[in-house]
């Protein structure tokens, strides 16, 4: 991965290079509906419960402004539609995946991953070579970069049940914030919770954790 990490510092500084800026691209509505109207089938996302890379095909290439057959842009952001995935879309909080999608001679930088209806948009940028329409290709995710993610996510669980368990039912779960440094999480109370209820949920928690490294069950209680 640390191959594919120099190919994106190297494709980076071309950008810098030709001095032109990266935007944020998304699909709006309409071109949701182009899609639909080509007969662009729904993206499989169930691989994204996967740890192993895995083959697809690009069924789209967007950028930014219209579809496109081809693209051999190294300083455009663009997106790419495939039949599936293995990466999770930004959502609930949660951050999306990063990684590569790559064949021969072709290597794309994924840094974001978003969900449009029933379309998952792999955005990023092209770090060599040139991206085809019906391209077979492999997805590669960080999973160095996952692993603290889905840690980060599970704890929002552990914190709400223990919460739930300390404070009672009314304690609901009002948003979070979970990301491969740190989480948030926030829920309703009517008061600041004193030191002895702060000590109890952090209890709660770390035998929620040692259950998970000795014991299956931790399974069932999540």
């Known amino acids: 991965f640390k191959n594919y990490l120099k190919i994106l510092k190297d494709a980076s500084i071309k950008a810098l290079e030709i001095g032109r800026a990266l935007t944020e691209i998304k699909l709006d509505a309409d071109a949701v509906m182009i899609l639909h109207k080509k007969n662009v089938p729904p993206t499989d996302d169930n691989p994204k419960y996967l740890v192993e890379n895995i083959n697809s095909k690009i069924l789209a290439i967007w950028n930014g402004e219209n579809f496109v057959d081809e693209i051999s842009n190294f300083s455009k952001q663009i997106g790419l539609v495939l039949e599936r ?3 999770y879309a ?3 909080g949660q951050i999306a995946d990063t990684g590569f999608i790559k064949c021969e001679g072709m290597d794309f930088f994924v840094d974001d991953v ?6 998952v948009l792999h955005i990023g940028r092209l770090a060599n070579g040139i991206v085809k329409l019906n391209m077979d290709v492999e997805l590669i995710v960080d999973n160095t970069r996952r692993k603290p993610i889905m840690s980060n996510h599970t704890s929002t669980h552990m ?6 368990k300390v404070l009672g039912d009314h304690c609901d779960q009002k948003g979070s914030e979970v990301d491969n440094t740190k989480f948030r999480f926030d829920f309703s ?17 770390t035998e929620i954790i ?5 014991s299956d069950a931790a399974d069932d209680l999540l």
Do not use: P
């Not at 914190?159 to 739930?164: D, E, S, T």
């Not at 109370?189 to 928690?205: F, G, N, P």
């Not at 040692?210 to 000795?214: A, K, Q, S």
């Open 189 to 205: 109370h009517h008061k600041a919770l004193s030191e002895a209820e702060l000590k109890a949920v952090d209890s709660i928690v």
């Open 114 to 119: 978003q969900s449009f209806g029933t379309y």
């Open 159 to 164: 914190v709400n049940y223990a919460l739930r």
């Open 85 to 87: 995935t293995n990466f």
């Open 210 to 214: 040692c259950l998970l490294y000795t």
């Open 90 to 92: 930004e959502g609930g």
